[in-house]
Each structure stands twice: as structure tokens, then as C-alpha cells.
């Protein structure tokens, strides 16, 4: 069986790569305690390369989360939706 390793630094530029991030975030515009702001600057220290939003039931509010990404930090605009059964996100 061979190990798994993980690529030590942050991806370069774009194209192929490991990228770190995160696809289940929620900010005060949900149920989260952090402002878009603020998950970006701790998500920026934790080293990702990316985060996903996914409030409640609801699409991110215009102009809330565009201003914070950069060349070197994506920002995906999900939602995470309620059903009968449990929850899904469309990311």
C-alpha cells in the first residue's frame, strides 16, 4: 500500500494543482458567528486556496462576498439547502 502525501505549498498561479480549501462555510448572513471578511482573513491564515459559501436556504447577498477574492483567492457562491430528509449544497 503506498502512503498518501500532500503537497507542502500553497498551489502557484492557476491550472493543475492540490488546492486547499473549504466547501461548507456560513457567515453571520446565516447560522455562522463571522463576517465575510472574517472568514476570509482565517481562511487566508489557514493557508486554503479557496472557500465556498453556502448559507441557509439562501444565495449570497449581491456585493457581500466579490470584493474579497483575489487572483490568489477564490471565493464560490453556494447555498446550502434544507429538505424533508436532510441537507444538500449547490455549490
Known amino acids: 500500500m503506498s502512503s498518501l502525501s500532500f503537497p507542502s505549498a500553497r498551489a502557484v498561479g492557476r ?5 486547499r480549501g ?3 462555510v456560513h457567515s453571520l448572513h446565516s447560522d455562522g458567528e463571522l463576517s465575510p471578511e472574517e472568514l476570509v482573513v482565517r481562511a487566508r491564515a489557514a493557508r486554503l486556496d479557496f472557500i465556498a459559501t453556502t448559507e441557509h436556504n ?4 449581491p456585493g457581500v462576498w466579490g470584493h474579497l477574492a ?5 471565493i464560490l ?13 449547490a455549490l
Request: a negative charge.
Open 70 to 74: 483575489a487572483d490568489d483567492f477564490l
Open 15 to 19: 491550472g493543475a494543482a492540490w488546492y
Open 58 to 61: 439562501s444565495a449570497a447577498a
Open 77 to 89: 457562491l453556494g447555498e446550502e439547502v434544507t429538505t424533508k430528509t436532510g441537507h444538500w449544497l
Open 22 to 24: 473549504d466547501c461548507h
